[in-house]
């Protein structure tokens, strides 16, 4: 059973670089799942934020491109985000997401609250 | 970029109701769409994907359909348990969630 599970700081200064690593357990990540994060504003919707293949290809959502950078530890069998220059706006639970079996993201991590604030 | 609006954004149901919920997207994306269940707190679980098919382990009362831009996901008798807010998610290109329809019990 492929289970997901994300850890970084809670709480970012603005202006300052967002850090989220996801662990995954029960799979390897090198195998052949596609890895995404996904972010929701407190009380608000699913917003995606980019996603990376087995292969190392990414996708970004055009509006955070800009700031998003997503990368693989096959060694750790972990994926990270980090999301550079962070405002009030980027405060949101993030989870992380697998995919590989069907289309969709499943399974999914908790997901993590990052507040960012000074 | 794929905009999805799903319709209503919420609805209040009795226990037993048929439930409908639907969502449009900006341009065609054949059947790929993804129909996704958060309850509060929780992380989204994924119900239905490429429009139609059930994932494993999903009750049968779920259903969705639908291609090209409207797609319509049911719930045939609701149960007090389906409480939740729910969405569609396209991946013709990239990906795009819509707003979400949270629904309540009557």
């Known amino acids: 059973q492929v289970q997901l599970q994300e850890s970084g700081p809670g709480l970012v200064k603005p202006s300052e670089t967002l850090s989220l690593t996801c662990t995954v357990s029960g799979y390897s990540i090198s195998s052949g799942y596609y890895w995404g994060w996904i972010r929701q504003p407190p009380g608000k919707g699913l917003e995606w934020i980019g996603s990376i293949y087995h292969s190392g290809s990414t996708y970004y959502n055009p509006s955070l491109k800009s700031r998003v950078t997503i990368s693989v530890d096959t060694s750790k069998n972990q994926f990270s985000l980090k999301l550079s220059s962070v405002t009030a706006a980027d405060t949101a639970v993030y989870y992380c997401?697998?995919?590989?079996?069907?289309?969709?993201?499943?399974?999914w991590g908790q997901g993590t609250l990052v507040t960012v604030s000074s | 970029d794929i905009q999805m609006t799903q319709s209503p954004s919420s609805l209040s149901a009795s226990v037993g109701d048929r439930v409908t919920i639907t969502c449009q997207a900006s341009q065609d994306i054949s059947n790929y769409l993804n129909w996704y269940q958060q309850k509060p707190g929780k992380a989204p679980k994924l119900l239905i994907y490429d429009a139609s098919n059930l994932e494993t382990g999903v009750p049968s009362r779920f259903s969705g359909s639908g291609s090209g831009t409207d797609f319509t996901f049911t719930i045939s008798s609701l149960q007090p348990e389906d409480i939740a807010t729910y969405y569609c998610q396209q991946y013709d290109n990239l990906y795009t969630f819509g707003q979400g329809t949270k629904l309540e019990i009557k």
């Open positions: 997401a697998g995919s590989g079996t069907t289309p969709g993201f499943d399974p």
